[in-house]
Structure formats: structure tokens, C-alpha cells
Nanobody, 124 residues
Framework: QVHLVESGGGSVQAGGSLILSCIAS?????IAWFRQAPGKEREGVAG????????YYADSVKGRFNISRDAGKNTAYLQMLRLEPEDSAMYYC????????????????????WGQGTRVTVSA
């Protein structure tokens, strides 16, 4: 079981930016960020596999969010630019030892390891 700790959440105004970090207790092949807003299902936001790529993004964040990782530090990042109120949610880091693909990265069932989440609030 991989221990994942997210950080970097906070409150920002629309148009602002945040960088989330996810520190893992060990290296995993695939890491992804999910988010869950109140009353909504958890959804995949961005994923990265095979160490440094490929990277996948939900349509709603393409061009605004960037996922990256520092394998040497077992840390993944989610850079979030031009934030919108609709981006407000609890953001979770998920990791798996198996590679993911375009068809699997966004599925919760793909990942066996989850963090506790970090909250992002974007005000209009």
C-alpha cells in the first residue's frame, strides 16, 4: 500500500492559480489527480503514466492544468491555471503500480492507492 499525501490546496479568486503536490511513500508507474465537488461524483482531472508520460487530461481542464512528476522525489504536481469557480472541489491523488492508458486513467477503479485530499475553493 502506497501512502499518498496531498498539499497545496487553498482559496483563490477566479483567474488565479494553484499548484498541488502529492508525495508518495514509494515510486508508482501511474499517478492521477481526481476531484469531487459537493453533490457530484469523483472525476478524473489529469493522469500521468510510465514515469514521465504520456499525460492525460479531462476536457474541462485541458489547456489550464498541467500534471508533472519528479520521480526522484516520488512527487507529482498539478499546476492549475486560470481557475474557475467550477474547479472548486476536494482534489485527490491516486497511484498505481501498473501503467494506465487513455481508456483507463480516469477510472477510479484503476487505482488502488488514494490520498486524503486537499480542498480547492475558487471564488467568483
Amino acid at each position: 500500500q502506497v501512502h499518498l499525501v496531498e498539499s497545496g490546496g487553498g482559496s483563490v479568486q477566479a483567474g488565479g492559480s494553484l499548484i498541488l503536490s502529492c508525495i508518495a511513500s514509494e515510486f508508482t508507474i501511474a499517478i492521477a489527480w481526481f476531484r469531487q465537488a459537493p453533490g457530484k461524483e469523483r472525476e478524473g482531472v489529469a493522469g500521468i503514466t510510465n514515469g514521465g508520460g504520456p499525460m492525460y487530461y479531462a476536457d474541462s481542464v485541458k489547456g489550464r492544468f498541467n500534471i508533472s512528476r519528479d520521480a526522484g522525489k516520488n512527487t507529482a504536481y498539478l499546476q492549475m491555471l486560470r481557475l474557475e469557480p467550477e474547479d472548486s472541489a476536494m482534489y485527490y491523488c491516486a497511484a498505481e503500480f501498473q501503467p494506465t492508458s487513455r481508456d483507463t486513467w480516469y477510472r477510479q477503479s484503476t487505482y488502488g492507492n488514494w490520498g486524503q485530499g486537499t480542498r480547492v475553493t475558487v471564488s467568483a
